[in-house]
């Protein structure tokens, strides 16, 4: 049987039935469009998230105080509120460890903060100028914190703007923040810059904040050299685990630990975390997609049912096709041809619908979405994959059908 | 003389069918449809199987046809014992020797005329231009007009079915057409013109042609008679005066 003559004939069945076919096509269309839209939905989120890590810094290392056990001691103090790292620890690195790009030190605590008439209580954080290019802040309205402002332990702070809604209020103009005076731990402190919004990361409102000089900051508020943690920028992604090693090293040397399982500072690496939060999306994806893929499913059955029932209503037209010498594998090519096509035409209608609605998602919902390349193909492939898989059991039945018994059937 | 020449050269029959036995199981109860058949046909012959209902001629019939297989027997077709054929072989020899008729026309609804008289070439791979030369010369040669070639099968009445059918079972040039009760579900009338077109086909086409009917006036129109009885054969006889020849020739060779 030539290649045309099966197009012709399966389209010719098809539109024999045109409203049952049609049905049938809708159940898979339904299935590809909640795949497309499901994984563009989760991939969009994937997307997201990376990029609001990204958005903290690039190529980042953090090293954070961790916490120290003594010899057979049980109890430790929880991660993080160790004070083990102090400004001479950033110094060391930066003078002494190859590819550093930029490095920032920063003491962070939580203070009440007072503006005319307004108070909230916020996190101050003591950084010096380096910070805005590690960690990625830009400032809006004035100036970042120079290295000047933390040599001369200038009182001058730069604030987040849920900061300035919290003390100036919603209305107000940034320009007029710049100058005002506002006490934090009741000592007098000059706004010198806004940073843009940069939007929250989790929990965590990343515009809550007010900078201060480091120096300034442990001079006032903390009393020691301890920093809360110190940002390093690598130069390049590529040399970020050269970093990490050499820091490691240099921490524990000078620190005087000579085991690395009992160190009492720990390293985040960006990338590390990218990859645990890709991951977590991922399952989001998979998740979404196995859902979605239920509803494919079901629009398999429903191709195999209707197969069935054609196969039924078409016996005696088996059975005629065999006495005329169609072979068993001429039946099965024919019925599998039906159900491949109905797939085929439900995943290029489903591909079509599912990009439309995940544009509607993104446009609408205000949810990134993204569509790949391999996941219209993947539909494709499954559409098809489908088609082949329920239309091979009706095909089968049909191809085994004994033409006399076929040719006689009522 | 020239007339056993000629006969001598066709020692081997179209058919040949020797002890042909088909046993029907349901369930522990076997059923011997058909016991120990034999008989030959030659090419050309125009010959009726008749018998009643549950004789076992409609068996024979599917077995003669290809589409069934004896239980146990020898079946040549033209030399070739196809009694254990596979499924597959036998649909190519049916594809490629056979032509069917049959009574319910099984025509394909919502295809045109034409279209349905051509399927057999669709499965033989002939591309469609030869296809629809062809489908128009047999629909000729089966008396159908013209008009109706672009008809739906279910706008003709019973004899241009049957017309259509029957050009059908002539499209692959087949070397016997096997005819199921063909008048089955026609008016006399008609079933008479039907006849008459086999009767053309065989006479001055050379075809050979195997009827199975229940009706005596109907298997008059053929050559030779073979009825059916129980699963055996219980009188084969020769039908007027060409068929008297046949038997003639017959007992010389």
């Known amino acids: ?410 | 003389m020239v007339i056993i020449l000629t006969f001598e050269f066709w020692l081997i029959f179209m058919i040949e069918c020797k002890d042909i036995v088909k046993i029907y199981k349901t369930g522990d109860i076997e059923t011997k449809v058909l016991k120990n058949i034999s008989f030959s046909v030659e090419t050309g012959e125009f010959l009726a199987i008749i018998g009643p209902s549950g004789s076992g001629k409609s068996t024979l019939m599917h077995i003669l046809g290809m589409l069934d297989t004896p239980t146990s027997g020898d079946y040549f077709l033209d030399g070739k014992n196809v009694a254990k054929y596979s499924d597959d072989e036998l649909a190519e020899i049916r594809k490629a020797k056979i032509g069917f008729v049959f009574q319910s026309f099984n025509l394909l609804p919502r295809t045109t005329v034409l279209n349905n008289v051509c399927l057999p070439l669709v499965y033989a791979g002939v591309d469609k231009e030869e296809r629809e030369k062809r489908g128009k010369k047999v629909l000729s040669l089966a008396g159908l007009e013209e008009r109706y070639y672009g008809y739906h099968t279910n706008q003709l009445s019973g004899g241009q079915m049957q017309r259509a059918a029957i050009a059908r079972a002539l499209i692959n040039d087949p070397a016997i057409i096997f005819a199921d009760e063909p008048t089955g579900n026609l008016d006399t009338k008609t079933g008479q013109i039907v006849m008459e077109t086999f009767q053309e086909l065989n006479k001055n086409h050379g075809h050979t042609i195997i009827l199975i009917t229940h009706e005596q006036d109907v298997a008059e129109y053929a050559r030779r008679i073979i009825t059916v009885r129980d699963g055996q054969i219980v009188s084969d006889e020769h039908n007027g005066h060409r068929a008297v020849e046949i038997l003639k020739r017959k007992s010389k060779v």
């Open chain 1, 1 to 410: 049987m030539k290649f045309n003559d099966l197009l012709e004939q399966t389209f010719s069945s098809l539109l024999a039935n045109k409203a049952r076919s049609g049905l049938t096509v809708l159940g898979i269309v339904i299935g590809i469009a909640s795949v497309i839209t499901m994984v563009s939905i989760g991939q969009g989120a994937s997307g997201t998230i990376t990029s609001s890590i990204e958005s903290l810094g690039s190529n980042l290392l953090v090293v954070m105080p961790g916490m120290q056990r003594g010899v057979g001691q049980q109890v430790s103090s929880g991660r993080g509120s160790a004070q083990t790292l102090t400004l001479e620890d950033a110094q060391a690195i930066q003078e002494q460890v190859y590819g550093v790009e930029n490095i920032a030190p920063l003491y962070s605590t939580r203070l009440q903060v007072a503006a005319t008439g307004t108070n909230t209580n916020t996190t101050v954080s003591g950084t010096t100028a380096a910070y805005s290019m590690v960690r990625n802040v830009a400032v809006e309205t004035g100036i970042f914190i120079t290295d000047e402002h933390d040599l001369a332990k200038s009182k001058v702070a730069v604030l987040g703007p849920t900061t300035v809604e919290d003390l100036f209020g919603e209305e107000v103009i940034s320009e007029d923040v710049l100058g005002q005076k506002i006490r934090i731990n009741n000592i007098e402190f000059k706004i010198i810059g806004i940073t843009a919004a940069k939007g929250g990361s989790g929990f965590n409102d990343q515009d809550d904040v007010i900078y201060v000089p480091l120096g300034t900051a442990l001079h006032y508020f903390a009393g020691n050299d301890k920093v809360s943690n110190i940002s390093v920028q690598g130069e390049s992604q590529k040399i970020l685990d050269q970093v990490e090693a050499d820091i490691t090293a240099l921490l524990l040397e000078r620190h005087k630990i000579t085991d690395e399982a009992s160190a009492d500072f720990q390293i985040m690496n960006q990338a590390d975390i990218v990859e645990s939060a890709s991951s977590i999306a991922g399952t989001l994806t998979i998740l979404l997609a196995s859902i979605a893929g239920i509803s494919l499913l079901v629009g398999g059955i429903g191709i195999m049912n209707m197969m069935l029932t054609t196969v039924t209503e078409r016996t005696r037209e088996i059975g005629l096709r065999k006495a005329v010498g169609a072979k068993k594998n001429d039946i099965t090519v024919q019925f599998l041809a039906e159900a491949v096509t109905l797939t085929f035409i439900g995943g290029i209608i489903g591909v079509a619908l599912g990009w439309l609605a995940s544009l509607a998602v993104s446009h609408f919902g205000g949810t990134a979405t993204q569509i790949s390349l391999l996941s219209v193909l993947l539909a494709f492939g499954v559409s098809a994959a489908i088609g082949i898989i329920f239309g091979y059991y009706p095909a089968w039945r049909a191809a085994k059908l004994d033409p006399i018994t076929a040719l006689r059937y009522e």
